[in-house]
């Protein structure tokens, strides 16, 4: 299985340096991974390093914790955009979610999503799955599908567990074919990202790219 399409090259760490971006990119050049997801901090650089390439640009929105308002999340993603990001992986508002607050959620992704297609780009909504029951995972999948959302994926990384087999299925089999899956957190070896892309994932979130190609 051809890997490299499917990895979103991933460096997410608060100290990240623009060196260290600056040779994530260039790996993903060499690799031709699907995107390199990077800190907003850093958007207007890794654009700088792949505007004329394939690889796209990714960054993150209310990233980790998704408690950030919904109109501060909006104003994120224009700036993200302004600066060349191609893809936004937003983190949803997780406390709603354990309130059942589902016509807050249900605004919160249809504005992300209005956000993004504006302007003809890519939006990814990060369920945090490992925090979430399998009743309120098919929910939000549910409420994805209405906000026509391009991407659902699982985990941020950071809080609890990261992507599963099982957690993929789910989700595959409750979103429409037209909505794709990305998994992330944990994905360190190549049998598990051929597991998770057999499962249903379209893109997998690592920052371990390069070890998944070797094998």
Not at 116 to 126: A, D, E, F, Q, V
Not at 137 to 153: G, H, M, P, R, S
């Amino acid at each position: 299985m051809d890997l490299a399409h499917f990895i979103d090259h991933t460096l997410l760490k608060p100290d990240c340096t623009l060196s260290e971006i600056k040779q994530l990119c260039e790996e993903a050049l060499q690799h031709q991974f699907a995107a390199v997801c990077v800190p907003p901090y850093y958007v207007k650089d890794a654009n700088n390093v792949l505007e004329k390439s394939e690889v796209k640009v990714s960054t993150v929105i209310g990233f980790p914790m998704g408690y950030a308002s919904t109109p501060s999340k909006v104003e994120e993603i224009k700036r993200a955009i302004d600066e060349g990001a191609d893809e936004m992986d937003a983190v949803i508002n997780i406390c709603a979610v354990k309130n059942q607050n589902w016509n807050f959620i249900r605004n919160e992704m249809e504005s992300l999503a209005t956000a993004c297609h504006m302007r003809g780009k890519i939006l990814k909504i990060i369920l945090e799955t490992g925090l979430m029951s399998e009743a309120e995972i098919i929910k939000l999948c549910e409420i994805a599908t209405d906000a026509q959302t391009d991407y659902v994926k699982t985990s941020t990384g950071y809080l609890g567990q990261g992507a599963t087999v099982e957690v993929v299925r789910l989700m595959r089999k409750v979103l429409p074919a037209a909505i794709k899956i990305k998994a992330s957190g944990g994905i360190r070896d190549r049998q598990f990202a051929e597991q998770l892309v057999a499962a249903g994932a379209n893109r997998l979130g690592s920052s371990s790219g390069i070890a998944i190609l070797a094998g």
